[in-house]
């Protein structure tokens, strides 16, 4: 059974850090590209970022780019979102993704965790 | 960047309906566009992938269409399961963009 499990959420300051962790299971981690997807409160779906499956290739939404950075860790089936020069628009539920193919290129998103949510707030 | 744009924002159906959602490109894509559900307090769900293939496991009453920059989610006989919210999301290039989506509610 595929699972994925964020943590790293919660109350921060604007400018403050937090990194985000996805926890996976149920399938081979370095086989496919994953994502980051976030929802603010009420709002539609954004996509953030995207590494592919070895992390040689990453993508950023251009309101992240500079600030957010996806790594991964396939020795430890683990995804990661550091979250720097954090701002109220950044409050969101953070969810984890996994796309359809090992390559960061023409991706959808197969399986979610359940989501962190990551407020910013002073 | 490739715009996604939903129709309608809500849309009141009863139980049995057949319901139709729209979703425009602002560019082509060929055929790559998914369609997911959203219920409340939860994650997203994969529905259908390269606008017309159904995710394994999700109900033959949801079906997709389409190409280019028009494509539609049908749902033939809405069941109380499928009051939800639901999205398009483009995938032919980044940045990856989804449409505000579509709130199906009981009517």
């Known amino acids: 059974e595929v699972q994925l499990l964020e943590s790293g959420g919660g109350l921060e300051q604007p400018g403050g850090s937090l990194r985000l962790s996805c926890a996976v299971s149920g399938f081979t981690f370095s086989s496919y590209a994953m994502s980051w997807v976030r929802q603010a409160p009420g709002k539609g779906l954004e996509w953030v970022s995207t590494i592919s499956g070895n992390g040689d290739t990453t993508y950023y939404a251009d309101s992240v780019r500079g600030r957010f950075t996806v790594s991964r860790d396939n020795s430890k089936n683990t995804l990661y979102l550091q979250m720097n020069s954090l701002g109220a628009e950044d409050t969101a539920t953070y969810y984890c993704?996994?796309?359809?193919?090992?390559?960061?290129?023409?991706?959808?998103?197969?399986?979610w965790g359940q989501g962190t949510l990551v407020t910013v707030s002073s | 960047d490739i715009q996604m744009t939903q129709s309608p924002s809500t849309l009141s159906a009863s139980v049995g309906d057949r319901v139709t959602i729209t979703c425009r490109a602002s560019q082509s894509l060929t055929s790559g566009l998914a369609w997911y559900q959203q219920k409340p307090g939860k994650a997203p769900n994969l529905l259908i992938y390269?606008?017309?293939t159904l995710q394994s496991g999700v109900p033959s009453r949801f079906s997709g269409s389409g190409s280019a920059t028009e494509f539609s989610l049908t749902i033939s006989g809405l069941q109380p399961d499928d009051f939800a919210t639901y999205y398009c999301q483009q995938y032919k290039s980044y940045p990856v963009t989804f449409g505000q989506g579509t709130k199906v509610e009981i009517k």
């Open positions: 993704a996994k796309d359809i193919r090992v390559t960061a290129s023409e991706i959808y998103f197969e399986y």
């Open positions: 390269w606008a017309s």
